[in-house]
């Protein structure tokens, strides 16, 4: 008997991991099903099928057809679009997004760099703006966003209904809308009746003419706002034209966008108007006139694919001969769309002009009107705003999110993901990808409150891979009003890998292997559940969000060779995790801490940790010195932030003013919850800190800062603590 040949093994790969219709096809080419499953649980072990393995005669050659035929139909969409390019990378394709609907547009109301959200009709156009990409097949698989939430929300609500939450998002201040100046926050028609309708136009239309400047006095002076603290004071704009908007747009559609796409990837950018518009004009090289004429509307994706010289490939469908993309609504939804942004461009809603002015007097009332809105701007009337800019000149030990706290120095805050079905019904989950239950998101919710109330703000988010987490914190920073905080996730962080327990029932496997046996797989530190073999669909190898994600594991040859004849082409294959003991779970863990979360925290960031049970228990035993034998003690509860005490080496609760007797009753940490909690559990509530501590004040030029040693040689570097 000859070796199967590559189309056997394909088809034996797509069986293993239970594609319909294999099996019928397996019937088609005579081949027995005894004889397909012993060749796949080779394959699985490793182990090259040979011809003294099996009795079975070799497979007809209608099997190769059939098998050819069934990699071709199990071949995911994803990778289909991919597998199209021959030799050189063809460039990704581009989608351009205005987010949803915020409620200022409603009313009218220019909004420029003013942060409104969402309304529920906006967050519905973007839920259709994701069965759009769907439907087209498109899964981008890197994100920009403004810094502005409904941008960032747009975002959001997308990856959770396309089911890629885990992709990157990039949070870049240069695709905020158009910096409307004085104009920010004032009524559209008002400012008309009061100003004429052309002067508005041309702030509104004009590619060169800029509104009059936002005195930093103002309440949407967004340099008051700290998701702009890492950019110098001469960068915020406090006004600008279109051509203003597209000078810093566009070096960042170059630098960044241009390279993702040039490496093959799909980008999407979920943007505003003008931002879009300054893109649009760029990619096309449309002119100062014909960009006038170019509308975005809300909710509707519009694709830009590029041949090999980044040149943008004119499409089918345009309702503007300037433009090469395509939106990706039907024709009548998208011109309808269209017609509506020409309307409310070409007019100023709820505004109505005088037809007795002549042209003269209009002309000369509209100047009288410009001078006077100019005089309002320009610092006479300096009575309106009140200036506070003194106060901030007082520097205190206990100033900013640290405060409300009671803690000097860099915040760890260390929360396990909201609930899931899979908790409320007692089943392993480990890389399992499930959503937050109804109760999970509400645990999210409280626990953003809680930290909203102790003036908690975090200068980046770490999260793992896995939905749940991310959006445990997504709803968190929401509480928070921090939508742009950068969240960074890593499969270092996902839970343990349960292995062939993925999935089942708790108390079936107490059951059926002793509670014993039960305790050692699910508490105990280095004892590995069984694995789950490569073909398995709870195998990570077989789902793509790790397959592009993980590029720090070695690469697994005869993974490779398997995927790569069934891909027909190559495919590098990492050895990912098919079963874990905590101990190995820590292996990744600690060391994804040691070098990006400590590290930001050694620089003075405040950090939330958003995870899974066992990963946040593996870097507990590090943090707080807990034994190989006594971490089986310990449980972490769900949705529950905790603080990490840096110095105490110990965590601490956030009371929410519902503790009655002993706080650590309240919540399952286990059989010894002084191994988390070596002092008080409870950080006070602020009301109650400020009665009793008064704040000390004192110089930079006389703080001290020691440095704390975290196992494994680390250090964390806080400011000394002083005494009265």
């Known amino acids: 008997m000859s070796s199967l040949g590559a189309p056997n093994i394909i088809f034996l790969a797509s069986l293993a991991l239970g594609q319909p219709g294999a099996e019928r096809a397996a019937r088609t080419a005579g081949v027995s099903r005894d004889y397909l499953h012993e060749t796949a649980n080779r394959l699985s072990r490793g182990r090259c099928p040979s011809p003294s393995c099996f009795s079975q005669p070799s497979p007809p050659s209608s099997f190769s057809r059939s098998s050819r035929v069934l990699s071709r139909a199990v071949t995911p969409r994803a990778f289909t679009r991919k597998e199209q390019v021959k030799g050189k990378q063809k460039p990704g394709t581009l989608i351009l997004l205005r987010h949803g609907e915020s409620h200022w547009n409603p009313n009218n109301t220019f909004t420029g760099w003013a942060d409104p959200d969402m309304t529920p009709n906006g967050c519905a156009e973007i839920r259709r703006a994701a069965r759009l990409l769907l439907e087209r097949g498109l899964r981008p698989e890197v994100v920009y966003t403004s810094r502005l939430k409904r941008s960032i929300r747009s975002a959001w609500i997308l990856l959770k209904e396309m089911n890629l939450m885990y992709r990157p998002v990039h949070k870049e201040y240069q695709l905020n809308e158009r910096m409307y100046g004085a104009l920010t926050g004032m009524s559209k028609s008002q400012i008309a009746l009061t100003f004429g309708e052309e002067l508005v136009q041309q702030w509104r239309r004009s590619l060169d003419v800029r509104p009059p400047s936002l005195d930093e006095r103002h309440p949407y002076w967004p340099g008051k706002e700290k998701k702009y603290d890492d950019l110098p004071r001469d960068i915020i704009p406090k006004t600008e034209s279109l051509r203003d908007t597209m000078a810093r747009a566009v070096p960042l559609y170059e630098e960044k966008i241009v390279e993702d796409l040039k490496s093959g990837k799909d980008v999407l950018v979920v943007a505003h108007y003008n931002s879009l518009r300054g893109l649009v004009k760029h990619i096309d090289q449309i002119d100062s006139d014909n960009i006038k004429k170019v509308e975005i509307p809300t909710g509707i994706p519009f694709v830009y694919d590029f041949d090999d010289q980044m040149r943008p490939i004119r499409s089918n469908f345009s309702s503007l001969n300037s433009m090469s993309g395509s939106y990706l609504a039907t024709r009548e939804v998208t011109m309808a769309a269209l017609a509506r942004e020409r309307e409310l461009s070409n007019e100023i809603p709820g505004f109505t002009d005088s037809n007795l002015m002549t042209p003269v007097l209009r002309a000369i009332w509209s100047l009288q009107k410009e001078r006077e809105f100019l005089k309002v701007f320009d610092g006479e009337d300096e009575g309106a705003v009140e200036d506070n800019a003194e106060g901030d000149l007082n520097v205190t030990a206990t100033t900013g999110s640290n405060a409300d706290l009671g803690i000097e120095g860099p915040l760890l805050i260390i929360m396990r993901h909201g609930k899931t079905e899979f908790n409320k019904l007692g089943l392993f989950t480990g890389w399992e990808d499930v959503s937050l239950s109804v109760e999970g998101r509400e645990e999210a919710r409280r626990s953003g409150e809680l930290l909203a109330?102790?003036?908690?703000?975090?200068?980046?988010?770490?999260?793992?891979?896995?939905?749940?987490?991310?959006?445990?914190?997504?709803?968190?920073?929401?509480?928070?009003?921090?939508?742009?905080?950068?969240?960074?996730?890593?499969?270092?962080?996902?839970?343990?890998?349960?292995?062939?327990?993925?999935?089942?029932?708790?108390?079936?496997?107490?059951?059926?292997?002793?509670?014993?046996?039960?305790?050692?797989?699910?508490?105990?530190?280095?004892?590995?559940?069984?694995?789950?073999?490569?073909?398995?669909?709870?195998?990570?190898?077989?789902?793509?969000?790790?397959?592009?994600?993980?590029?720090?594991?070695?690469?697994?040859?005869?993974?490779?060779?398997?995927?790569?004849?069934?891909?027909?082409?190559?495919?590098?294959?990492?050895?990912?995790?098919?079963?874990?003991?905590?101990?190995?779970?820590?292996?990744?863990?600690?060391?994804?801490?040691?070098?990006?979360?400590?590290?930001?925290?050694?620089?003075?960031?405040?950090?939330?940790?958003?995870?899974?049970?066992?990963?946040?228990?593996?870097?507990?035993?590090?943090?707080?010195?807990?034994?190989?034998?006594?971490?089986?003690?310990?449980?972490?509860?769900?949705?529950?932030?905790?603080?990490?005490?840096?110095?105490?080496?110990?965590?601490?609760?956030?009371?929410?003013?519902?503790?009655?007797?002993?706080?650590?009753?309240?919540?399952?940490?286990?059989?010894?919850?002084?191994?988390?909690?070596?002092?008080?559990?409870?950080?006070?509530?602020?009301?109650?800190?400020?009665?009793?501590?008064?704040?000390?004040?004192?110089?930079?030029?006389?703080?001290?800062?020691?440095?704390?040693?975290?196992?494994?040689?680390?250090?964390?570097?806080?400011?000394?603590?002083r005494a009265d």
């Open 453 to 721: 109330k102790y003036s908690v703000e975090f200068d980046e988010v770490h999260t793992s891979c896995l939905s749940r987490a991310i959006e445990t914190a997504w709803i968190a920073m929401e509480e928070l009003d921090a939508f742009w905080v950068p969240v960074k996730t890593s499969w270092r962080l996902n839970e343990r890998m349960y292995g062939k327990l993925t999935g089942l029932s708790k108390k079936l496997i107490s059951q059926i292997h002793g509670e014993a046996q039960f305790k050692r797989w699910r508490r105990g530190f280095d004892e590995r559940p069984p694995p789950v073999d490569a073909f398995s669909p709870y195998y990570p190898g077989n789902d793509q969000r790790y397959v592009e994600t993980i590029t720090d594991l070695p690469i697994s040859l005869w993974q490779t060779l398997i995927r790569s004849l069934e891909a027909g082409r190559f495919l590098k294959a990492r050895r990912m995790p098919r079963t874990e003991s905590l101990k190995d779970c820590m292996k990744r863990t600690t060391p994804y801490f040691k070098n990006n979360i400590l590290k930001n925290l050694n620089e003075g960031k405040n950090i939330l940790v958003v995870s899974s049970e066992n990963a946040i228990r593996g870097l507990l035993m590090e943090l707080c010195d807990i034994s190989t034998a006594d971490i089986t003690s310990v449980e972490i509860p769900t949705g529950l932030p905790m603080l990490y005490d840096i110095k105490s080496r110990s965590i601490k609760m956030l009371d929410d003013g519902n503790f009655k007797g002993d706080p650590l009753k309240r919540y399952n940490y286990g059989s010894k919850p002084e191994l988390l909690f070596k002092s008080y559990p409870l950080v006070p509530r602020p009301t109650e800190r400020k009665e009793q501590q008064p704040t000390v004040a004192v110089t930079p030029k006389s703080e001290e800062r020691i440095a704390l040693k975290v196992s494994g040689g680390a250090e964390i570097i806080v400011p000394a603590a």
